[in-house]
């Protein structure tokens, strides 16, 4: 595989850049893998790629529906954070923290990491008093955190509504400032371009129409470009768990639902950080090209649709304007949607299944794509070691049947609930 | 927007509603000796099924009555509303 670097750039501009070589092949699919990892998003790449890395595992192939990269790990507004209070979930995500600082060495490819830190907003008292625990919570886990009063929040972000007479007075903030935003195509294609190199078939434009299940153990997929034998198969297909779950009569503590995203046209730089609204649910950064990425809740009603309903994003975005009065001013470039997995605590599931050779990765809400490093490798972990790494361990499919859930935003079952 | 027929106020806008899931979990009978797993079913485990969706909504901000719709996930179509006891074959 050709290096990408500033003397491979020299060279080929004098070939008017026409000899560089395929990022990945389009290889035919195969009879037989040893690993199959359905869903070529980010965490599918990502485990493709830890496989072959960490566990020597290169008889994998990558079944995806579309083509790689066009799901959730292309719709989302690409903040990576570990600002989280409990345990399993700190301790993942700042695992996960530390393969994004190494990331785009890692992959030779540029994923333009940018830990510019998040900050979320307090409106009262009592959400002070709640972020200083979360703070101290995380700091005990090794997260940076630092508790912003007002005049510093100000200080970082001016630009907010500070007047005396708002609605939510910002009375101060949480911020994490390792936290930031990553290129998200980037991620995608990184991972995908190294799993290729290491031997991975990357299979487009195939749909998995069911599974080859006997006595209890998997033994392949059947798919619309044929059979496929596998020893062992990963399910990385989160807002489409539902239905191959339904294929393999499973039923899961998870709900599909839709959730929004949109920016701004591109203005001048006028915001460095990451900044949730506190008496809401919206977030907010800039992206590079100078665009204001914003999102937020979900549209409320199980959905596949993949498109989003106007009464949210309104919602959401007068949240948004409470909080930075100028963002009225904008004109809206563009909005989408991409389908979630609401797991009933709001936290993911990367586990073992009941079917001998089946793994599941799923139920990633609203943060999945900060988590794509973390996820790939425990991911890997599991499929490979045929057990769960102590990163995922909490993160078990049976924590609704023991009652180990992790509640990390309170909201019980109804993750769904805006 | 969705449009959903309240089968006591008519056709009203989406954001007079809010939504309360699917409507096809049934609760466990009383006085009866209930399994972890029953109970994992009515409180957990969703089929979330792309396609025909029975799910409940409640009028919040009208007759604040919960009723039944069916609807496609993918699509959004509503193809009928039935008040809340109204059995659905």
């Not at chain 1, 539902?242 to 730089?269: D, W």
């Not at chain 1, 309903?309 to 563009?334: C, D, W, Y």
């Not at chain 1, 599941?360 to 769960?388: E, M």
């Amino acid at each position: 595989m050709q290096k990408y670097s500033i003397f491979n750039l020299v060279k080929n501009a004098f070939s008017n850049h026409q000899n560089w070589d395929l990022a990945w092949k389009d290889p035919e699919p195969k009879e037989e893998y040893d690993v199959v990892i359905i869903g070529g998003g980010g965490h599918g790449l990502a485990t493709a790629y830890y496989l072959a890395k960490e566990h020597n595992i290169t008889k994998v192939a990558i079944i995806e529906k579309g083509w790689i990269g066009g799901g959730n790990v292309g719709r989302n507004t690409t903040i990576i954070r570990s600002n989280y209070m409990h345990d399993e979930n700190g301790l993942f995500s700042e695992f996960g923290m530390d393969l994004w600082r190494k990331m785009s060495q890692d992959l030779n490819y540029n994923v333009m990491f940018s830990p510019r830190g998040i900050i979320n907003l307090a409106h009262s008292d009592a959400q002070m008093n709640a972020y200083a625990r979360r703070g101290n919570s995380m700091r005990l886990n090794g997260i940076d955190a630092v508790l912003l009063n007002r005049e510093q929040v100000k200080e970082i972000i001016p630009m907010a509504d500070f007047s005396e007479n708002v609605r939510f007075p910002i009375f101060g903030g949480l911020m994490q400032p390792s936290a930031g935003t990553a290129r998200h195509d980037a991620v995608a294609w990184g991972y995908a371009r190294q799993a290729d190199d290491m031997g991975v078939d990357i299979i487009q434009n195939c749909e998995v129409i069911g599974f080859d299940v006997s006595a209890g153990k998997i033994n392949g997929i059947r798919t619309s470009r044929g059979n496929i034998k596998a020893k062992k198969v990963g399910l990385c297909v989160a807002g489409s768990t539902n239905i191959l779950a339904e294929k393999l009569n499973m039923t899961l503590p998870i709900e599909t639902h839709l959730l929004q995203a949109c920016v701004s046209e591109p203005v001048k730089p006028v915001l460095d950080s990451v900044v949730t609204f506190g008496a809401g649910h919206f977030y907010i950064s800039q992206s590079d090209k100078g665009e204001m990425v914003m999102g937020g809740d979900l549209d409320g009603y199980n959905s596949y649709a993949q498109r989003g309903n106007l009464p949210t994003l309104q919602h959401v975005l007068t949240e948004g304007i409470a909080m930075m009065p100028f963002l009225s001013k904008l004109k809206m470039l563009r909005t989408w949607g991409g389908i979630m997995d609401m797991s009933m605590d709001g936290s993911p599931i990367i586990d073992k299944t009941h079917i001998d050779g089946l793994y599941l990765n799923c139920g990633w809400c609203y943060g999945g794509f900060k988590a794509t490093p973390a996820s790939g490798w425990t991911f890997a972990h599991t499929i490979a070691q045929d057990r769960v790494h102590e990163l995922n361990a909490g993160y078990s499919l049976n924590r609704f049947n023991t009652g180990h859930l992790i509640d990390e935003k309170g909201l019980g079952t109804k993750t769904w609930i805006s | 927007m969705l449009y959903i027929k309240c089968p006591h106020c008519g056709m009203r806008p989406q954001i007079e509603f809010s939504y309360g899931g699917d409507a096809s979990v049934k609760r466990p009978d009383l006085n009866k000796e209930i399994s972890d797993k029953e109970w994992d079913d009515f409180v957990y485990n969703r089929k979330s099924l792309r396609g025909k969706h029975l799910e409940l909504w409640q009028h919040i901000s009208g007759c604040r009555q919960w009723i039944k719709v069916e609807r496609d996930t993918a699509t959004h179509e509503i193809f009928k509303t039935f008040k809340a006891d109204e059995g659905v074959v």
